[in-house]
C-alpha cells in the first residue's frame, strides 16, 4: 500500500514561490511515475506535472509551464513542486499522486496512488 503525505500549502500573494512536498512510503519510491493534479472548487481536476521514475521525463501542463518545476529525490523519497509567479487560478487543493508504471500518465485517472491534499491559496 502507497502512502502520498503532502506538505507545504498555504496563502501566497500573487507573484510569489510556494514549494509543496510530498513524502511516499510503502513502495519502493524510485519505481513509481509520481505527479501532483490539482482541483479548485467546481473545477475539474488537472495534472499540472509529472516525472518518470527516473526523473528523465517530465510533463507540465500549459497552464503551468515555465512558471512549475517537479523534481524528486528517489534517495529521499520525496517529490517535489516548485511554484513561481503564482497566479490566483493556481489556488486549488493539490494532490501528490503516483502508479507504478513506467510511463509518463497525462491524465489524473492514469494514477493509482492518491495523497489527502494539500491547499494552495494565491491572492491578488
Known amino acids: 500500500q502507497v502512502q502520498l503525505v503532502e506538505s507545504g500549502g498555504g496563502l501566497k500573494q500573487a507573484g510569489g514561490s510556494l514549494r509543496l512536498s510530498c513524502a511516499a512510503s510503502g513502495w519502493t519510491f524510485s519505481s513509481l511515475t509520481l505527479g501532483w493534479v490539482r482541483q479548485a472548487p467546481g473545477k475539474d481536476q488537472e495534472l499540472v506535472a509529472a516525472i518518470t521514475f527516473s526523473g528523465d521525463e517530465t510533463f507540465y501542463a500549459d497552464s503551468v509551464k515555465g512558471r512549475f518545476t517537479i523534481s524528486r529525490d528517489n534517495v529521499k523519497d520525496a517529490l517535489y513542486l516548485n511554484m513561481n509567479s503564482l497566479k490566483p487560478e493556481d489556488s486549488a487543493t493539490y494532490y501528490c499522486?503516483?502508479?507504478?508504471?513506467?510511463?509518463?500518465?497525462?491524465?489524473?485517472?492514469?494514477?493509482?496512488?492518491w495523497g489527502q491534499g494539500t491547499v494552495v491559496t494565491v491572492s491578488s
Open positions: 499522486v503516483g502508479n507504478s508504471r513506467l510511463e509518463l500518465g497525462y491524465f489524473p485517472w492514469d494514477y493509482d496512488y
